[in-house]
């Protein structure tokens, strides 16, 4: 697939573009989320999520707990019926299992490992590769047989992203990393807008240039917070700068300390102002990622904030274009822009210049579309009707009167579809859309999961790129 792996649930086929309510769905398939749920049972990635596995014609099917954070049962294979009765036993053991699969070192262990690795002199600066963490000596005998790198300087330090290496599982944790391009425009853009704190969810990247650029100008100065449920990450980071957490329940790993912690930076005070940035996996699935923003949207709105009080959180949600009616479902503030995001370690995500393909990941953002400024010398222009800055491609079509395309090519308008459509597509008079000619056609209530849109499958999407 185009994209990072595809959610679990769409396995079967749910929430095709628009239309997710899961009765909806019913008659078609496949588990579906129903959401976190209070007294959830709980794997070692905290509160699983309720799902509802449906068949074929029927409207309600059996609910099932599953694990929030793996969409592969490799990786967690928890999996209890709603109604099952669980055994105390079972319980305990289930505690025990939780329990053993947290990390080997606490987060306030790794702190301290940290200061003792930055005493040490170059020399004795080793970095596992296998075990992916730092070496005291006293250690190193037990990974004499593991490969590693010596002389670990402060800058290697400094660009954790670049020293481990990126978690791969497509299902469970594709971890891509933005370009420099990517990652600077972001930060440049966030400082030009006055923002002076960033809560950078699943965003190591952005944090980490944050945290080297705060040494740097005073005036200027930016902090972040970096929650993800990459542990590894937790050995350059204190406390105060990073949080193990789930963003597919809204789970501190910490507990209330933790907490507290992501409250207290998300409090305004000199009159820093906060945004949230975060890059999910594109697996995941939306609905539970949305709700969890929701939480952490609340979480800033409860610390006492002055004024309107009917405002949100500044957010920046980076996601695939194809997503957008998805995201509006959930944010309908929201807009997307046209920037393209690209990323170092994904061939096929690279900028249109250099990449052999246009990266389909935009930013979607709860700010007036008329702030944003996009670099001109990357072909990006204003468009004065509009009132935001659109791809050189998009073209301001006079009957939609607004700049239409969606990837960045020239869109064309179909008449009969009353609306812009990609310059490949076609009207089809059975489908009465318009579509690939390549399209197989179908009957009207066949949508493609990807885009919602009727007249061909998930996996002739127009919105996917395959290799
Ligand atoms: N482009 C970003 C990285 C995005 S990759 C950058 O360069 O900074 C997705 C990120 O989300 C990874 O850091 C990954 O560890 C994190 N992630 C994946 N699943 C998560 C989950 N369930 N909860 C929190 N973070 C998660
Ligand atoms: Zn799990
Ligand atoms: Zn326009
Ligand atoms: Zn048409
Ligand atoms: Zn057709």
């Known amino acids: 697939e185009g994209c990072r792996g595809l959610p679990r649930a769409a396995e079967g086929c749910r929430g095709r573009g628009r239309n997710m309510a899961a009765s909806a769905v019913g008659s078609l398939c496949g588990p579906a989320l129903l959401g976190a749920v209070p007294g959830a049972p709980r794997c070692p990635h905290g509160p699983a999520l309720l799902f509802v596995k449906t068949s074929q014609g029927k409207e309600e099917g059996r609910r099932f707990y599953a694990c929030s954070a793996c969409r592969d049962r490799k990786d967690c294979n928890f999996f209890q019926w709603e109604d099952e009765k669980v055994s105390e036993t079972r319980l305990a053991a289930r505690e025990e299992y939780n ?29 596992c590769q296998e075990c992916q963490q730092l070496l005291l000596p006293a250690e190193w005998e037990k990974h004499s047989n593991h490969q590693f790198l010596c002389d670990i300087s402060t800058a290697q330090l400094k660009s954790p992203s670049q020293l481990l290496y990126p978690l791969e599982n497509k299902k469970t944790n594709a971890q891509y990393l933005f370009t420099d391009r990517s990652c600077q425009f972001l930060l440049d853009l966030i400082i030009d807008l006055g ?47 990073f949080c193990h957490y789930n963003m597919f329940n809204h789970y501190f790993f910490g507990g209330e300390a933790a907490h507290e912690t992501c409250r207290k930076f998300l409090h305004e005070d000199n009159g820093e102002r906060v945004i949230m ?14 709700s969890s923003f929701k939480k952490l949207m609340s979480m800033w709105m409860e610390t006492g904030k002055e004024g309107p009080n009917n405002q949100e959180m500044p957010m920046f949600w980076i996601f695939p274009y194809f997503f957008e009616s998805r995201i509006l479902e959930f944010f309908p503030s929201f807009s997307m822009m046209d920037y393209q995001v690209d990323y170092d370690n994904h061939a096929l995500y690279k900028h249109g210049k250099t990449g052999r393909r246009q990266s389909p990941v935009r930013i979607f953002m709860n700010l007036t579309p008329s702030m944003i400024v996009l670099p001109v010398e990357e072909g990006y222009r204003f468009c004065a009707i509009c009132q935001r800055y659109v791809s050189s491609g998009n073209q301001h079509c006079e009957i939609c009167n607004s700049c239409t395309s969606k990837d960045g090519r020239r869109w064309k308008h179909c008449g009969l579809c009353k609306k812009c459509v990609k310059p490949s597509w076609f009207h ?3 489908c009465n859309c318009c579509a690939l000619q390549t399209h197989t056609c179908e ?25």
Do not use: W
Request: some cysteine; glycine content about 6%; aromatic content about 10%.
């Open 99 to 127: 329990r053993n699969h947290q990390p080997s070192f606490t987060h306030r262990q790794n702190v301290e490992r940290y200061k003792n690795f930055v005493q040490l002199p170059l020399s004795k600066r080793r970095f």
């Open 195 to 241: 923002f002076r704190r960033v809560l950078s969810v699943g965003t190591p990247r952005l944090h980490e240039m944050i945290q080297s650029n705060a040494s740097q100008e005073e005036d200027f100065r930016v902090r972040s917070l970096l929650l993800d449920i990459d542990f590894r990450y937790s050995q350059f980071y204190t406390e105060d700068e």
């Open 277 to 290: 940035v975060t890059d999910p996996p594109f697996g995941g699935l939306v609905e539970a990622l949305a």
């Open 428 to 430: 089809c008079n059975i």
């Open 443 to 467: 009957k009207a209530d066949a949508g493609c999961f990807i885009c919602g849109k009727a007249g061909h499958k998930r996996s002739a999407c127009p919105s996917l790129s395959h290799t």
